[in-house]
T-cell receptor
Framework: EDKVVQSPLSLVVHEGDTVTLNCSYE??????LLWYKQEKKAPTFLFML????IEKKSGRLSSILDKKELFSILNITATQTGDSAVYLC??????????FGTGTRLTVIP | KAGVTQTPRYLIKTRGQQVTLSCSPI?????VSWYQQTPGQGLQFLFE???????NKGNFPGRFSGRQFSNSRSEMNVSTLELGDSALYLC??????????????FGAGSRLTVL
């Protein structure tokens, strides 16, 4: 059974902290892994990863994929209250399916 | 360029009723997917449409159905509503069929509450 598991389910940090969100997967014929940020309603795209070991970076956010160990991490440095959101990980497969994890709820306290 | 538009944004129904939700994709996007989001289950895939044809379907009962029109707009229908159908229903569009190279753009969702 294809599945995507995110951890932790939730975490609370203080502004300025660095956080690491985890996403592990077990799917048939992996194609890509996607990270989304969901603040209120519509998830917004952050990164797409297809190759192992190549870090994607956007400002204080970065992500990397390990296709051997079947996981990805999303790092956020110097967190701000605006980073508070649910972070979703999704995996696409060769069968053109897209599987989402349940998300990690991040709360950044001033 | 307008984003993905979903209507209505909020609605309240009672058990046994049926509901129709609408989604207008980004102009030029021909693939539309629907997801159900609940706190416990996260985002669950409902179905995907491309060129008015259902290409993929998730593990939901037959009460959940959808369709796509020639202008790529899509509707989903839930009949005989149950309390457990209360959720945020998200629509997402992309240029073409699901692939590793395409990225979904989500709408703001329709929040359904079943009483």
């Amino acid at each position: 059974e294809d599945k995507v598991v995110q951890s932790p389910l939730s975490l609370v940090v203080h502004e300025g902290d660095t956080v690491t969100l985890n996403c592990s997967y077990e799917v048939t014929n992996f194609r890509s892994l996607l990270w989304y940020k969901q603040e209120k309603k519509a998830p917004t795209f952050l990164f797409m990863l297809t190759s192992s070991g190549i870090e994607k970076k956007s400002g204080r956010l970065s992500s990397i994929l390990d296709k051997k160990e079947l996981f990805s991490i999303l790092n956020i440095t110097a967190t701000q209250t605006g980073d508070s959101a649910v972070y979703l990980c999704a995996v696409t497969t060769g069968a053109n399916n897209l599987f989402f994890g349940t998300g990690t709820r991040l709360t950044v306290i001033p | 360029k307008a984003g993905v538009t979903q209507t209505p944004r909020y609605l309240i129904k009672t058990r046994g009723q049926q509901v129709t939700l609408s989604c207008s994709p980004i102009s030029g996007h021909r693939s539309v997917s629907w997801y159900q989001q609940t706190p416990g289950q996260g985002l669950q895939f409902l179905f995907e449409y491309f060129s008015e044809t259902q290409r993929n379907k998730g593990n939901f009962p037959g009460r959940f159905s959808g369709r796509q029109f020639s202008n790529s707009r899509s509707e989903m229908n839930v009949s005989t509503l149950e309390l457990g159908d209360s959720a945020l229903y998200l629509c997402a569009s992309m240029v073409g069929p699901s692939s590793g190279a395409n990225v979904l753009t989500f709408g703001a969702g329709s929040r359904l509450t079943v009483l």
